[in-house]
């Protein structure tokens, strides 16, 4: 069982930045590739970014084209934290914002784990 809980988000101005953080507890956390989603109401969930471990223990990292160069996902094994930098805010990244933990891939049907989500709103 892995129980993972988001922290970090907030209401900012648009060019600004924002570091969102995922706990996890359980001791198969690093065996799964880790996942953020964004949703809006009335949305499908979105993929925004995945890591997973490929051989040799290196991190292997997937954005969605709208946040390359403005998004980066990270994970501290040590801590059991993955976060997502966020830079360059835009009013288009107004969403809710989740952690999820399973099979890495952009479909939400392959993670078996979800935070709470943490809401990150972004004024114009």
């Known amino acids: 069982q892995v129980q993972l809980v988001e922290s970090g988000g907030g209401l900012v101005q648009a060019g600004a930045s924002l570091r969102l953080s995922c706990a996890a507890s359980?001791?198969?956390?690093?065996?799964?590739?880790m996942g953020w989603f964004r949703q809006v109401p009335g949305k499908e969930r979105e993929f925004v970014a995945s890591?997973?471990?490929?051989?040799?223990?290196?991190?292997?990292?997937y954005y969605i084209d709208s946040v390359k160069g403005r998004f980066t996902i990270s994970r501290d094994k040590g801590k059991n934290t993955v976060y997502l930098q966020m830079n360059s805010l835009k009013p288009e990244d107004t969403a809710v914002y989740y952690c999820?933990?399973?099979?890495?891939?952009?479909?939400?049907?392959?993670?078996?784990?979800w935070g709470q989500g943490t809401q990150v709103t972004v004024s114009s």
């Open positions: 999820a933990a399973g099979s890495t891939g952009v479909r939400p049907e392959t993670y078996v784990y």
């Open positions: 359980g001791r198969t956390f690093s065996t799964y590739a």
């Open positions: 890591i997973s471990w490929t051989t040799w223990s290196i991190s292997a990292t």
